[in-house]
């Protein structure tokens, strides 16, 4: 099994800011990694896919980059909607493994 | 508009039985790969189980697997998950997913239900 790894687990941020969250998968995924994020009480939504590509809808402030065992979200310009919990998953092969978690939260 | 439903969730005590449904809406259901994911309290995000298009193949997490059996139904589109001798650590949120190819063989989960909680208590 993939063993994802995402850091931090939570950050204090403000609006405006750019933030940067980290996966790690415990072998190589080439590119198969997936961006979600997921506010309180409501269901996951899938914002990048193929580690870099952004799912239509989604705004261009949100990008994602990486390949192999390493990967990047990024958050440019922080805005008041995106305080959120944000997970990494890679779609390499069963189990889809999630990473545990980055909480964004407003400072 | 594309929707998934879900049912079937409550209260059920150790080693007894639950069956969740899905009911899927706005799109040809049998084009798609589903799946059910679920969510501890306070916890993140497990994949559960998936199921092929056209039903001929099954994924399950080890957590699950022998206990939890995935089926659907596309003339009803409707996606099931029989759970069988369930367990407190199955408490959770329990999420059906459509599986989507989005791309040059990338697949995600595009389509996310409500959720439905299932609570495994004495």
């Known amino acids: 099994d993939v063993q994802m790894t995402q850091s931090p687990s939570s950050l204090s941020a403000s609006v405006g800011d750019r933030v940067t969250i980290t996966c790690r998968a415990g072998q190589s995924i080439s590119n198969y990694l997936n961006w979600y994020q997921q506010k309180p009480g409501k269901a996951p939504k899938l914002l990048i896919y193929?580690?870099?590509s952004l799912q239509r809808g989604v705004p261009s402030r949100f990008s994602g980059s990486g390949s192999g065992t390493d990967f990047t979200l990024t958050i440019n310009s922080l805005q008041p909607e995106d305080f959120a919990t944000y997970y990494c998953?890679?779609?390499?092969?069963?189990?889809?493994?999630f990473g545990q978690g980055t909480k964004v939260e407003i400072k | 508009q594309v929707q998934l439903v879900e049912s079937g969730g409550g209260v059920v005590q150790p080693g007894r039985s639950l069956r969740l449904s899905c009911a899927a809406s706005g799109f040809t259901f049998s084009y798609y790969g589903m799946h059910w994911v679920r969510q501890a309290p306070g916890k993140g995000l497990e994949w559960v189980a998936g199921?092929?298009?056209?039903?001929?193949?099954?994924d399950y997490a080890d957590s699950v697997k022998g206990r939890f059996t995935i089926s659907r139904e596309n003339s009803k589109n409707t996606l099931s998950l029989q759970m069988n001798t369930l367990r407190a650590e199955d408490t959770a949120v329990y999420y059906c997913?459509?599986?989507?190819?989005?791309?040059?063989?990338?697949?995600?989960?595009?389509?996310w239900g409500q959720g439905t909680t299932v609570t495994v208590s004495s």
């Open positions: 193929a580690a870099s």
């Open positions: 998953q890679h779609s390499y092969s069963t189990p889809w493994t």
């Open positions: 199921i092929w298009d056209d039903g001929s193949n099954e």
């Open positions: 997913v459509r599986f989507r190819e989005l791309g040059g063989g990338h697949y995600g989960m595009d389509v």
